[in-house]
Each structure stands twice: as C-alpha cells, then as structure tokens.
C-alpha cells in the first residue's frame, strides 16, 4: 500500500479509501485505561468531603504560626475572611459541578463547561471586588492563596486516586 506524500493531490488516498479499510489514525484505548479514567459520577462524595475539610482543618493549624509572623495582629482575621470566602466559593462551584450526577441531562448541555467560566469570572469578580472596595491587601492575598491550595487539593485528590 503506498501511502500519501505531500506531494500527491489527494485522488490516490481518495481510491484508498473507497477500496479497503479507512486508515486508523489514533490507538484505541485497552479496557484497562478505559475504567480508570476520571467520571465525575465514579467519585465518593463523602469520602471526597472527609478529606476536604480534613486538608482544610490541617492547612488552617499550620497557617495560624505562620499568619503569626507574616500578618500583623489587626489584619490577620482579615486574611481569614479572604481565606473562607475562597473556600466557600470554590467548594460551591465543585458542588455545582457534582450536580450532573442527579441531573444527567445536565451532562450533555455543556454545564461542566460553563461552570469552568463561572469559576474564573466568579474569582475574578470578587478580586476585582476587594480592589473596588478598597480591602487590605491581606483579605486579597487570603483569597488568592486560598484558591492556590484548594487547586493544590485538587492535584493531590487526582494523584492519589490514580485518576
């Protein structure tokens, strides 16, 4: 069988195609990858829960001696509150994006999709609130590293699933 060059003009891949089996042109995945690939419907959400706010519960003793010498005493709640706005955002947009499972039509609508945008707007918007509304710069920085640990969660979560 010759296969094309960049120089033919088509008609003879054309022929080929007609007369004998289409070319393949990716691998098709073995059965074993296809039951480890991540479906949102495969996920333990109580399990997934538990370690959530067990990673949370651990970052926010570990954050209180480190707050200690990094942000002054009068602003350290601010940081907290930037911190739990944060998480309180990014785990109601995971939630939104767990509700496919008990709607499926859901699914096939591109909803996982637009929850991508929602989060980046919705980040975005509270960002831009807290420079608008002029808050110290340690409600910002709470937020900001807030929403860096809980991607940081995220990584963790798909690393040690396997998934």
Known sequence: MDYPTQFDTGGDLY????????????????????????????????RFHLHYFSYLLV????SIPLTAGLVEEGYRILFYIGGAISFA??????????LPRKIPALSESGFPLFTVFL??????????????????FEATSGFLIAYFVHLLFLVFASYFSGK
């Open 59 to 62: 970052l926010f003793l570990l």
């Open 15 to 46: 022929l080929h195609t007609q007369t004998q089996q289409p070319f393949i042109l990716l691998a098709p995945i073995p059965a074993k990858l296809q039951s480890e690939l991540m479906d949102l419907n495969s996920v333990n959400l109580k």
């Open 119 to 136: 989060s980046f707007f919705l980040n975005l918007g509270i960002l831009s609130a807290f420079q608008v509304l002029e808050y110290p």
């Open 89 to 98: 955002v990014q785990m109601a947009i995971l939630q939104l994006r767990f």
